[in-house]
């Protein structure tokens, strides 16, 4: 199949696909997913069009990335963008090794992260991505998880901040002049967070999770404008909000991971009300709402399934009435500045 529509990276060469595949759930942290799956998984994507691929060390503590390299691998190199992160550095664990107090268990086992932003920690980071990868081009380099969402220590989270635009930022940029990588950006949770950085240093892309979608628009209010006017794009990560949005909500529904709190959950109702009126389904509207932001290049849903993909593709050209959000506006379940078709 022919790839889906394209947009441009920021200021660079690069063109990712309005739809992509975020590889979190490929590293088992959510489910267990087996080797086949997971292929199969990534081949399904690539299959319906998608080419634009996001995966990270963290991610199963390189087991993402050791599956999307391999499902990857045999595809033309030049027919696909390739995402993965820097800030956490694997290390195989010593005998009598104490592991960390956030340790997640059903990563790849015998390896531990360790958090590092700093110029060498970057060029280390980035080899090892190579190596699991198998891949000799990695596209864009993310910074990931200097946030406080992630963090939960405004004095560490400053800490980091200054590390990275001191000195990981420095290997980044360097990186990026010399055309090894194709652009480079921000990986958090957070829009106020991701205007810090873009406001410090010259970062072509933000991969922004969660803080832009049917649900919530915050970052419509200082981040989006100002990516809008330095040039800078966002990849949004989690349009479905880890699952409220994806359709037939019901108390136990998912927002970041965690069980939504009732209000999330009365709002996420009079929205699928509204859509239900219109004949679309909540899924389709939450996956196109966001590329109706100029500064949005590319929606990247995770999957636990090919099943899941196909679906995400087959929601990405449901034809949706504009008054659809005429209303959702009119009933204030959507910011009124939010661009839309209407």
């Known amino acids: 199949m022919d790839a889906l529509p394209r947009r441009r990276v920021g200021r660079t060469k690069l063109e990712v696909t309005e739809l992509g595949l975020g590889g979190a759930p490929l590293g088992g942290f959510r489910a267990t997913i087996a080797e086949a799956e997971a ?49 956490r550095v694997l290390h195989v664990r010593q005998p009598g ?41 990695i596209d864009i380099a993310l910074v990931h998880d200097v946030d406080f969402w992630t963090i939960g220590d405004r004095d560490v989270l400053d800490q980091r901040f200054r590390t990275v635009m001191d000195s990981g930022f420095r290997a980044l940029d360097e990186l990026r002049k010399a055309g090894v990588i194709g652009a480079i ?27 832009y979608t049917l649900l919530e628009q915050g970052g419509l209010d200082a981040f989006l404008p100002e990516c809008v006017r330095r040039g800078v794009s966002v990849i949004l990560g989690g349009p479905y909000n880890s699952g409220i949005l994806t359709g037939g909500v019901k108390e136990g529904a998912t927002h970041d991971y965690v069980p939504a709190a009732a209000p999330l959950i009365e709002k996420a109702r009079k929205i699928e009300a509204v859509c239900a009126r ?65």
């Open 39 to 87: 292929t199969g998984l990534v081949d399904a994507g690539f299959g319906a069009g998608i080419r634009y691929f996001d995966t990270s060390p963290f991610y199963g503590y390189g087991r993402s990335e050791l599956r999307m390299g391999a499902a990857l691998r045999d595809k033309p190199r030049d027919s696909y963008v390739l995402s993965t992160k820097i800030g």
């Open 97 to 137: 090794e104490a592991l960390p107090a956030d340790f997640r268990q059903n990563g790849l086992p015998g390896f531990v992260p360790e958090f590092d932003y700093s110029y060498d920690g970057v060029m280390r980071s980035l080899e090892h991505s190579h190596f699991r990868l198998g891949l000799d081009r």
């Open 185 to 211: 950006g921000v990986g958090i949770n957070e829009s106020d967070t991701s205007l810090r950085f873009i406001q410090a240093g010259d970062f072509d892309c933000m991969l922004l999770a969660g803080r």
């Open 278 to 342: 219109h004949g679309v389904a909540l899924g389709a509207a939450a996956m196109q709402f966001p590329l109706f932001h100029p500064a949005i290049c590319s929606v990247i849903p995770g999957a636990l399934a090919a099943t899941e993909v196909t679906q995400n593709v087959a929601r990405m050209g449901v034809r949706i009435p504009a008054e659809l959000w005429s209303e959702l506006k009119r009933e204030k379940l959507l910011d009124p500045t939010a661009p839309t078709p209407n």
